[in-house]
């Protein structure tokens, strides 16, 4: 039973990273800025561990062909831009790129 509420997380969280990356592209309305304004973004992030798998890997696609990402040291995805800011979680840290 437990291994169907694994695969139910996964598909729930593989759904709503296409949601929001098709409204992105398709609709031009970016509907993660809603969920940032305050804490349910970072609760998703934090307690959704299969939408933030599934959307840090839609992020990676999306990076720029020469953008080198780096583990996050806050949200644990490989997301952080040799900036040093994470793409899915807004977190800032040093990088060594």
């Not at 509420?5 to 296409?18: C, D, H, P, Q, T």
């Not at 933030?52 to 644990?76: M, W």
């Amino acid at each position: 039973m437990a291994r169907f509420g694994r695969e139910a997380k996964i598909i729930v969280g593989n759904a709503l990273s296409f949601a929001l990356g098709f409204a992105e592209e398709h609709l031009d309305m970016d509907l993660s800025a809603d969920f940032k304004k305050d804490d349910t973004w970072g609760m998703l992030i934090q307690q959704a561990r299969e939408f933030a798998l599934a959307h840090s890997a839609r992020i990676s696609t999306k990076a720029r062909q020469n953008e080198f990402l780096i583990s996050c040291d806050e949200c644990g995805t490989e997301s952080v831009t040799d900036v040093g800011s994470c793409l899915l979680c807004g977190h800032w840290q040093e990088t060594e790129i």
